[in-house]
């Protein structure tokens, strides 16, 4: 189980997933907060996130991590104009948070074949899950 400094980075480090290149829009807002009430933080914690990021903090299990690139998978599509720019700063918050090169490449080629280009979290783990073996 993760801690509230943990949940606190999470949130952080989507935020500033969000904001790479743009202001968060209304609908990305909304994921984010959705997100933020299923890690237990309140909206007034949030909306402080926002303007007064936290520093990162490495997540230790492995299976969290992968939750983690999964809602930056959603994330970045929610936002379908930015694909070239998102699919860079995915893989580069993949290698970040210590995911094999492999596994983020391979969710990013298989993203293509799927509706709205969401990989079902099912595939997502097996991916991971052959890479980590």
């Keep these: 189980m993760i801690n509230r400094v943990e949940k606190l980075s999470l949130l952080s480090e ?3 997933f969000a904001k ?3 202001e968060i829009n209304v609908i990305e807002y909304n ?3 959705g ?12 909306d402080y996130l926002i303007e007064h990021p936290v520093s990162y ?3 230790k299990s492995h299976s969290e991590r992968i939750v983690q690139f ?3 998978v959603l994330l970045m599509n929610i936002d379908s104009d930015n694909s070239r720019s998102g699919a860079t700063k995915l893989y580069n918050f993949g290698l970040r948070m210590g995911l094999s090169h492999e ?3 391979k969710v990013l080629y298989l993203m293509e074949s799927f509706p709205n280009k969401i990989v079902p979290p099912d595939v ?3 991916i991971f899950k052959t890479q980590y073996n």
């Excluded at 997100?35 to 914690?45: F, H, N, P």
């Design 57 to 59: 903090t490495h997540l």
């Design 35 to 46: 997100v933020a009430k299923q890690l237990g933080i309140s909206r007034e914690d949030f």
């Design 14 to 16: 989507m935020i500033a």
């Design 103 to 105: 596994s983020i490449s």
């Design 70 to 72: 999964h809602r930056l």
């Design 124 to 126: 997502l783990i097996d």
């Design 20 to 22: 790479y290149d743009k």
């Design 31 to 33: 994921f984010l907060l």
